[in-house]
Each structure stands twice: as structure tokens, then as C-alpha cells.
């Protein structure tokens, strides 16, 4: 592959995760609780760590990367994708969040099977894990803080 090859991928890589990080500064003008703002404002902060994590590997290459198993407890399977809006609830922002996480895990490990059998299935790989952990994190918040309460 060539460098100017590997440049376009990780920065399409990068454009995504751009996406993400505007999408929850964008969320959290909408949010009308503290609590609410600082949780979108530590989504932002994940999504800005692959920004770095992407650069990284543009600087220094692909190290080989061996992601772990990722429990998916499949919540937002039985989840209907909504837009954000200004009433939003915590509920509503969780289940945004885990829908974009989703996405973006899905968008990741079908460019890992496209790359199959070169370093660039292992960055889209790690990526994807990354965001599975993501998904993970607001199903678990969603299944404690949600679920318990119904």
C-alpha cells in the first residue's frame, strides 16, 4: 500500500471521528442539566482520544493490536434511533449515544473485512473495539439507570 493510500484512509478515520466529536458538542447545547453536559462532554473526550490514537499511527505506523472480546449486552437492538432534540431526556441521550457508537463500531469492522489479511484490518479492528467498549459503557449506564428503575 502506499503512503498516500494509508494517508486517505486514516484520514477518513479521522473525519469520523471528527463527526463524533462535533456531534456530542452539538448535543451538548442542547442539554438543559450540568449532569447531562458533562456526561456528552466525556463522549466528546473518547471520540477526541482516537483522533490522537489516529495520529499516533500516522506518525509511527500500525503496531499490531490484539482487541479483546467486547461483551455486547444488545440493548440498542431494541432501541429505536432518535434525533437529538432541545427536551431531550437522559434516557434520550444514552440511547443516541449508544446508536452512534453502534454505528460507528458497525462502519469500522466492515472496513476492518474490507482490508482483510493487512495492518489496516488491525486499525480498523482496534477502532472498532474502541467503540464497542463505548457502546458497552452507555449500555451498561442504560441497564443501571434505566432499566433497574422500570
Known amino acids: 500500500m502506499t ?3 494509508f494517508n486517505e484512509i486514516i484520514d477518513f478515520a479521522v473525519s ?7 456531534f456530542y458538542s452539538d448535543l451538548q447545547q ?5 449532569a447531562q453536559k458533562m456526561l456528552l462532554k466525556e463522549f466528546e473526550n473518547m471520540e477526541k482520544g482516537h483522533i490522537i490514537i489516529l495520529e499516533n499511527i500516522r506518525k509511527k505506523g500500525i503496531v499490531n ?9 444488545k440493548i440498542s437492538d431494541y432501541l429505536v434511533e432518535m ?3 432541545p427536551d ?16 460507528a463500531r458497525d462502519l469500522y469492522s466492515n472496513m476492518a473485512a474490507e482490508f482483510s489479511g493487512s495492518d489496516l484490518e488491525n486499525l480498523f479492528e ?4 474502541e467503540e464497542a467498549q463505548h457502546k458497552l459503557h452507555f449500555e ?4 443501571e439507570e434505566i432499566l433497574k428503575d422500570n
Open 3 to 5: 503512503i498516500d493510500k
Open 140 to 143: 451498561k449506564l442504560y441497564d
Open 16 to 22: 469520523r471521528e471528527k463527526e463524533a466529536v462535533e
Open 83 to 85: 434525533e437529538p432534540t
Open 30 to 34: 442542547k442539554a438543559k442539566f450540568s
Open 88 to 103: 431531550m431526556n437522559y434516557q434520550d441521550i444514552l440511547v443516541i449515544a449508544m446508536k452512534k457508537e453502534e454505528a
Open 126 to 129: 482496534r477502532l472498532a473495539s
Open 65 to 73: 493490536f490484539h482487541p479483546k472480546e467486547v461483551k455486547d449486552l
